[in-house]
């Protein structure tokens, strides 16, 4: 009899990421011994852009026709509270990943439900609270309603406001159904911001859009009249490639630096050449992370022994290459390490320099609350997967 344990895995569609999912399953299998990779089978089921009835009926597929062990893949919090009783009523666990587009919530979800975030919002967060102690009042926050429509731009002022600000601007894109929503469009804006004078501009932009924005901002003529602050996915090392032959500078978040030299994540690059061959991005380590756990959980596994396995998740910890990872949405849950970055070009080569250690969020803040209420978008795919 095939005692594997079965994880079906939500795989929504992302032009940006396209390969998010196969380097996430690289990624966790890269930390499991070679010997365990049998025991775990992954179950892919395509879910489009990863809306409320596309991933409820896909979960629904997986419990009752490939009856998997486990619920995995990406899945937004705004979806969340409807798979929740299907998974709970069939007593099944369920291990979910996201960018962090959106904070957690700030109540008891499921006794059954484990996250491994990229937290992407701590980074704004930390953005947010750098900005005003580095610049002072009066920032502008850019952006188009698809990136407006998460909690990234609330982290972001919640931070400015934490660190004494009072006032700050917001500047969203009209949404137009046809054609780009920067090019040939944003100087406009940008003219309002050159006559406004704001102390910074925090520019919230996701694939094309990131790039037809730096390309326009450089032709604005305001990078040398108003210092840059960018997301941490404008700042990856997937975009910064494709514009590095920009004259710009301007300043960023990391949660995780690919060319350090520490010994977990020089590890976790030569585990991950050695299986896949490829080079990692953060889905890989998002992977990683989890396959670091399931592997002290092995004999568990092997036994089937859920209500161990649950109890084991809910308190261990990983020491990873973004420092201590922990599974279990509660007031231990893990902040991440965050650098703020000067970035440049120099003939076509991207230099990041680390000035400063950005502040996260401890979990159990009541600034949680304020931003969950202010956010009232109800966008449901997960970030990045357009």
């Given at each position: 009899?095939?005692?594997?344990i079965k994880i079906?895995?939500l795989t929504?569609?992302?032009?940006i990421?396209?390969?998010m999912?196969p380097s ?6 890269s930390?499991i011994?070679?010997?365990?990779h049998?025991l775990?089978q ?7 852009q ?5 991933i409820?009926?896909a ?5 009752n026709?490939?009856?998997?062990d486990i619920v ?9 509270p ?8 069939r007593?099944k666990m369920?291990l979910?990943f ?5 904070i957690?919530?700030?109540?008891h979800i ?7 975030s ?6 704004e967060f930390?953005l947010?609270?750098w900005?005003y ?11 188009p309603?698809?990136?407006g429509?998460?909690h990234l731009q609330s982290?972001?002022?919640q931070?400015a406001e934490?660190a ?6 917001f500047?969203?894109l009209n ?6 929503q920067?090019?040939g469009?944003i ?5 309002q ?9 925090h520019a919230?932009f ?7 924005f730096?390309?326009?901002f450089?032709k604005?003529g305001?990078k040398?009249e108003?210092?840059?602050i960018?997301?941490?996915?404008m700042?990856?090392?997937?975009i910064l490639?494709?514009?590095?032959n920009?004259d710009?500078?301007?300043y960023?978040?990391?949660m995780?630096n690919?060319?350090s030299?520490?010994k977990?994540?020089?590890l976790f ?10 080079k ?6 998002l992977g990683?992370?989890?396959?670091l ?7 568990e596994?092997q036994k089937r022994d859920w209500?161990?396995?649950?109890k ?5 910890t ?9 599974f279990?949405?509660?007031s231990?849950y893990a902040t ?6 000067k970035i ?8 990041k320099?680390?000035?400063e250690?950005?502040?996260?969020l401890k979990?159990?803040?009541?600034t949680y ?6 956010n ?10 357009i």
């Amino acid at each position: 009899m095939n005692n594997n344990i079965k994880i079906g895995f939500l795989t929504p569609y992302s032009s940006i990421y396209p390969e998010m999912t196969p380097s996430l399953i690289s990624g966790f299998y890269s930390a499991i011994p070679e010997k365990y990779h049998n025991l775990f089978q992954f179950i892919p089921e395509y879910v489009g852009q990863g809306g409320d009835k596309s991933i409820t009926e896909a979960v629904n597929k997986l419990l009752n026709f490939n009856k998997v062990d486990i619920v995995s893949g990406f899945v937004s919090y705004k979806v969340l509270p409807s798979i929740i009783p299907n998974i709970e009523k069939r007593q099944k666990m369920a291990l979910l990943f996201d960018v962090g587009e959106y904070i957690p919530y700030n109540h008891h979800i499921s006794e059954s439900v484990f996250n491994n975030s990229f937290q992407m919002w701590q980074s704004e967060f930390a953005l947010g609270y750098w900005a005003y102690k580095q610049f002072g009042d009066k920032g502008t926050v850019l952006t188009p309603i698809y990136d407006g429509g998460y909690h990234l731009q609330s982290a972001f002022r919640q931070g400015a406001e934490m660190a004494g600000a009072s006032e700050m601007d917001f500047k969203v894109l009209n949404y137009l159904p046809e054609g780009s929503q920067v090019k040939g469009r944003i100087q406009e804006v940008f003219s309002q911001i050159r006559t406004e004078k704001p102390s910074f501009i925090h520019a919230l932009f996701c694939g094309n859009e990131a790039l037809e924005f730096y390309d326009e901002f450089c032709k604005s003529g305001l990078k040398n009249e108003i210092p840059l602050i960018v997301s941490a996915h404008m700042a990856s090392d997937e975009i910064l490639k494709l514009v590095s032959n920009l004259d710009l500078k301007f300043y960023s978040a990391s949660m995780w630096n690919y060319n350090s030299q520490e010994k977990v994540n020089l590890l976790f690059k030569k585990r991950v050449d050695d299986f896949a061959g490829q080079k990692p991005d953060f889905y890989t380590l998002l992977g990683y992370e989890v396959g670091l756990v399931f592997e002290r959980l092995i004999l568990e596994f092997q036994k089937r022994d859920w209500p161990e396995i649950r109890k084991r998740l809910k308190t261990e910890t990983i020491e990873g290459p973004r420092g201590k990872r922990s599974f279990f949405l509660n007031s231990e849950y893990a902040t991440p390490i965050i650098d703020i970055e000067k970035i440049g070009f120099s003939s076509s080569t991207v230099t990041k320099i680390v000035i400063e250690q950005g502040s996260a969020l401890k979990y159990d803040h009541k600034t949680y609350e304020k931003i969950h209420k202010e956010n009232v978008s109800g966008w449901q795919n997960p970030y990045l997967c357009i």
